[in-house]
């Protein structure tokens, strides 16, 4: 890593250190909402945008040369590993990653194949042509948690009960463990290529944590996200674990070994911060506010930025992805205001 990038407000905030200034980047900030990227997208399969580098390298790029974060985001999708190593799966408008066969049983637990790096060619060319690119801004490597793609293996899709989920672990620990460990080895690989490619930080997602009871998520889940965040910690790049509706989790998520601990909206900054200790903090602007006047967007933002002080350090975003109708030229207005606040 060159000593301009190591410099970057991004990494500096997320080691722990005194930045130029508080870093912004969106969760979801490449795609959806950008018309650029809907074009560029017209009759291409989700998961087949993610397979191809030179895809997945333009449309990383393009929030950066649109509204000049201070990182970027890896396009790709938590499910895509199990693609490449050769599962029936697809991702439905309108529904989500849906799993032709789901995995009911430790026969096909061992079914699924291990990942390794030539399952992914594409992922290492991306990564490589967007360092290349990116210069001074940094590269966040991507992979979801073990509990939300075991979820979506064990339901077949998207759950909000987590119902089949949660029968398999607690009436089959056994598998419900194999699972665990099957698909932390695959994230731990997964980053482990982003990184080695050149990657300058990793986020591990966990969409469906929420789901769970503080008592669960240490005895069922903890453990397997702690092993992913610390073989990706041998890499020597910062970590950032993030979940969704996790408030009674944050405590646990930053034990897990997170260097930082996104914080979803729901949670006051200030609540969130005390309850991770001495971590950096992400987060948390509901992303509903940029559909609100420009004023009433800033003055929120400001009110975050104002409560990021209390932290170890702080990398403003929002608390959960950007929605799909919104204005870009309001994060435009946004990162532009967030750049320029005055520590």
């Not at 309108?94 to 594409?122: K, Q, S, W, Y």
């Not at 119902?163 to 665990?180: H, N």
């Not at 970590?239 to 996790?246: M, N, P, Q, S």
């Not at 009433?296 to 990398?315: D, F, Q």
């Amino acid at each position: 890593m060159n000593a301009v990038l190591a410099d970057s407000a991004f990494l500096r905030a997320a080691r722990g250190e005194t930045p130029s200034h508080t870093p912004v980047w969106f969760m979801r900030q490449a795609g959806r909402s950008l018309p650029e990227y809907l074009k560029l997208r017209e009759g291409v399969g989700m998961l087949e945008s993610c397979m191809n580098a030179d895809l997945v390298t333009e449309i990383t790029l393009q929030p950066v040369r649109r509204y000049g974060v201070d990182a970027a985001i890896f396009f790709s999708d938590i499910v895509l590993p199990l693609k490449a190593v050769g599962l029936d799966l697809d991702i439905v408008a309108g529904i989500g990653p849906v799993i032709a066969n789901p995995v009911r049983t430790m026969a096909d637990v061992e079914a699924i194949p291990d990942l390794e790096p030539g399952h992914v060619p594409f992922i290492t060319q991306a990564v490589q042509q967007l360092v290349a690119e990116l210069g001074a801004t940094p590269l966040i490597g991507f992979a979801g948690a073990p509990f939300t793609v075991a979820s979506y293996l064990v339901e077949g899709g998207p759950s909000k009960e987590q119902a089949k989920t949660k029968a398999m672990m607690f009436s089959a620990p056994d598998v419900w463990d194999a699972l665990m460990r099957k698909i932390g080895a695959m994230a731990a690989a997964y980053l482990r290529v982003q990184v080695e490619a050149g990657a300058s930080a990793v986020q591990l997602f966990d969409s469906w944590a929420g789901a769970l009871t503080p008592g669960d998520y240490v005895r069922h889940v903890m453990p397997h996200s702690a092993k992913v965040l610390a073989d990706a910690g041998e890499l020597g790049v910062p970590r950032i674990h993030f979940g969704v509706g996790t408030t009674n989790l944050l405590s646990l998520m930053g034990e897990a070994g997170a260097d930082v601990v996104g914080i979803d909206w729901r949670t006051p900054l200030e609540e969130g911060i005390a309850r991770v200790g001495d971590r950096v903090v992400q987060g948390n602007l509901d992303p509903t506010l940029v559909f609100a006047p420009t004023e009433v967007m800033t003055a929120r933002a400001g009110e975050i930025l104002e409560a990021g002080r209390a932290a170890k350090g702080h990398i403003f975003n929002l608390g959960h992805g950007v929605i799909p109708s919104t204005d870009p030229s309001q994060l435009a207005r946004l990162t532009e205001f967030v750049q320029a606040w005055e520590r």
